[in-house]
């Protein structure tokens, strides 16, 4: 039997059973926003603005404490930038995952491939010689970003952008299964988690295992129209309302970001 | 106060060795104690020496208390216990100068454990009492018993360290008997024991 | 030039007391030796003796580790009564841990290719090169063959190393981990350590009964006569002393050591 949590009910009644997606005339479109403890999964293309819609998704923070945003490929600087430029909320939680592999691993892989060529200087002896233990670069990244959304209390509310990064380095299996972990997660203690996946050689067979375990699914795209782009997004699965599918095409605007223009129902 | 009279005839005979002596002491059953302090107390009273004694016969620590019985003083000499390994708990004594080895069958153990101590000495006037030779017959092979007797004998010869060997020579096989006579270039025999 | 027969090399006198004797002399200069031995039986001891000994005559000595990490083998090394601390502070011992080596070079994966072993090779080289080591061991090669899966490679690898150590004028101790089922089959794990090796010093146990009595032998010693004869080990805070074993008493007195 599934465990059970007690929720507190002033709790309750200050979050309600939905959340915002952060973007008003979306919420409008969804009948309310998000239901509480929905696991959303974004299929983006290149350029399709979903990056921008990921922060505004964690910025009506309820908590900032309880709120993560995971950025695999944007550095902390441009994160704050963006969350500047449009007044979100600057305290919640952020982890910039590729910055930190950049500066772990890939500054240790050049350091290597130095020492290879180039050969141990006498200072590098020098500093081998008195270097007793292996620095833990090897880091699991994975579980560490599951560890820490896991332990994210009630009503949390985790952004993870995006999962190419853990898809390109570990076995899909291992990232499929976190992603069950944190949908399971998330439905016990009504927490909201989006995570977006690019779909540029994302194997079909994890696409639709990724849907699968997604309550909500939500296509990022972007076509040419004449000289303009258009950018849209397309809600193809919400669980238990059909109703609310639909494509919705965005633009951004500097006050609001994020912003639906017009409304396609799909079912 | 001794609770017997020493031997002077051995204190006597002692004079006679040098350095690079190899000394069998034989003593019977009864007197075995009696020969043994004989011996070690002219070398350690008269002639100043320090050594190293190997117990193969009993505990270190009860001939620690033997001599202590008799007031002489031994906590300068090295101890090496062959016996007390080979009982539960025998380790535990409250002298610092015992060294164990796990049995007498480790006999080249017994060989560079005494080179050990005496490189670690600063006296150079040294003895090797090696107690005995029918103790470490009941372990030993006699084949092995006498080869590494005659290893041990010209070992410490050539390092000039006088070596003592105490032997009960109608328990100890005649193969080993025979060599030791052949080794050694001094008997104190006193394997003839009257019992008064 | 000398006359045929007087000529003999340069020796690295080991200061392990009894070893120069029975290599009547020492290791020959640059000599690559290989120090197996099974588990327990005073193999660590002796190349950290080797060491210590080296630094004592001002000798630049290094020691890669890869069975115990270097902060053990440090602390295990006080315990000779002729090692000072000095030596390592004023650089005459360095002590590398392999792992930290390999993760320097990247090189943190179960098995290593071609390029792997010449990145390693070259490491090692520029070490004793840069800092003039005289004397070094490798603790264990095993554990780093492992590493190299074709038989082919560990072969390149331990000729090439030695090749380069000797030129540099290196003597060498790799020492090789043996289990007590290969002991009488070879003296190292993969079989090719044996045939590169300029000399071969076995470590293990007799079991005479029921109890396990250190041996050492010297197999082979290319470049001087030495004794084949197993001495019986003691590991002492004066290093490891050896004594002729009994002639009675060498050989195991079971067939069957382990008694199954």
């Known amino acids: 039997m599934a465990t059970e949590f007690k929720f507190d009910k002033e709790d309750e009644k200050f979050f309600g059973s939905v959340g915002s997606f952060g973007v008003p005339k979306f919420d409008n479109e969804m009948h309310g926003g998000v239901p509480r403890g929905f696991t959303m999964i974004a299929f983006t293309d290149t350029g399709s603005g979903s990056e921008l819609f990921a922060k505004q998704f964690v910025s009506p923070a309820e908590e900032s404490e309880n709120t993560l945003y995971i950025s695999t490929n944007e550095g902390q600087a441009e994160i704050v930038r963006i969350f500047q430029k449009y007044s979100w909320p600057l305290d919640i939680n952020v982890r910039t995952i590729g910055e930190e592999y950049n500066s772990n691993v890939l500054e240790k892989e050049l350091l290597a491939s130095r020492y290879r060529l180039e050969g141990f200087r006498l200072e590098d002896i020098q500093r081998l010689a008195q270097t007793r233990f292996v620095d833990d670069v090897t880091q699991d990244y994975l579980t560490e970003v599951t560890n820490e959304v896991m332990a994210l209390g009630p009503y949390f509310r985790a952004v993870i952008d995006s999962l190419d990064f853990f898809l390109q380095r570990e076995d899909p299996a291992r990232v499929v299964a976190m992603v069950r972990m944190l949908q399971a997660h998330a439905q016990l203690y009504r927490g909201l988690i989006l995570i977006s996946v690019s779909t540029d050689g994302l194997s079909p067979l994890i696409k639709q295992e990724l849907a699968s375990i997604a309550d909500m699914v939500l296509s990022f795209q972007v076509r040419t129209i004449g000289t303009d782009f258009e950018t849209s997004m397309i809600v193809s699965k919400f669980r238990n309302a059909p109703e609310n599918l639909k494509i919705l095409v965005f633009r951004v605007t500097p006050e609001e970001g994020i912003t639906p223009e017009t409304v396609e129902r799909i079912a | ?196 | ?260």
Not at chain 2, 25 to 32: F, K, M, Y
Not at chain 2, 78 to 103: A, K, M
Not at chain 3, 25 to 30: A, N, S
Not at chain 3, 186 to 207: K, N, R, T, Y
């Open chain 3, 1 to 260: 030039m000398q006359p045929a027969g007087q000529y003999s090399r340069d020796r690295c006198i080991t200061g392990v007391h009894g070893l120069d004797e029975i290599l009547r002399g020492g290791i020959p200069y640059g000599s690559t030796v290989l120090a197996s031995g099974t588990c327990g039986s005073g193999k660590t001891t002796l190349g950290m003796e080797f060491l210590v000994r080296g630094a004592d005559s001002g000798e630049a000595c290094a020691h890669f580790t890869a069975t115990e990490p270097s902060v053990k083998l440090l602390e295990n090394i006080r315990q000779f009564k002729f090692f000072d601390v000095k030596m390592v502070d004023s650089g005459l011992i360095n002590v590398f841990d392999m792992d930290v080596l390999y993760s320097w070079l990247g090189l943190e994966k179960s098995s290593f290719d071609l390029d792997d072993v010449h990145s390693l090779i070259k490491a090692i080289v520029d070490i004793v090169n840069t800092i003039g080591v005289t004397r070094l061991v490798i603790d264990s090669v095993t554990t780093l063959c492992y590493k190299i899966k074709s038989e082919q490679l560990i072969r390149d690898f331990l000729f090439t190393l030695g090749k380069k150590l000797a030129t540099l004028g290196c003597t060498t101790i790799l020492i090789a981990e043996i289990t007590s089922a290969t002991e009488n089959a070879h003296w190292s794990s993969f079989g090719v350590e044996e045939a590169i090796a300029d000399g071969i010093i076995v470590l293990g146990d007799v079991e005479r009964m029921g109890h396990l009595l250190r041996f050492l032998q010297v197999v082979k010693m290319r470049g001087t006569s030495h004794s084949r004869a197993k001495h019986a080990i003691e590991l002492t805070p004066l290093g490891v002393m050896l004594t002729p074993m009994l002639k009675w008493g060498a050989v195991s007195d079971t067939h069957n050591r382990w008694g199954a």
């Open chain 2, 1 to 196: 106060m001794n609770m017997f009279d020493l031997d002077q005839g051995i204190a006597d005979q002692l004079t006679e060795v040098s350095l690079n002596s190899a000394v069998q002491v034989r003593c019977g059953n009864s007197n075995a104690f009696m020969v043994t302090a004989s011996t070690m107390i002219p070398l350690l009273q008269m002639f100043e020496m320090s050594g190293v004694y190997i117990s193969a016969s009993r505990g270190a620590a009860e001939v620690i208390k033997g001599f202590e019985a008799i007031g002489v003083d031994v906590s300068h000499i090295q101890f090496i216990d062959l016996v007390s390994s080979g009982i539960l708990g025998g380790t535990t004594v409250p002298y610092s100068n015992i060294h164990f080895v796990d049995s007498p069958i480790m006999l080249e153990s017994v060989l560079l454990r005494t080179l050990y101590i005496l490189k670690t000495t600063d006296s150079e006037r040294n003895f090797i009492f090696l107690d005995s030779v029918n103790s470490l017959a009941i372990y030993n092979e006699d084949r092995m018993l006498a080869e590494y007797l005659h290893t041990f004998i010209n070992t410490f010869r050539q390092q000039e360290v006088l070596t003592v060997i105490l032997n009960v020579p109608d328990q100890t096989p005649p193969l080993v008997l025979s060599n030791l006579d052949l080794y050694c270039t001094d008997l104190i025999d006193r394997g003839q024991v009257v019992i008064h």
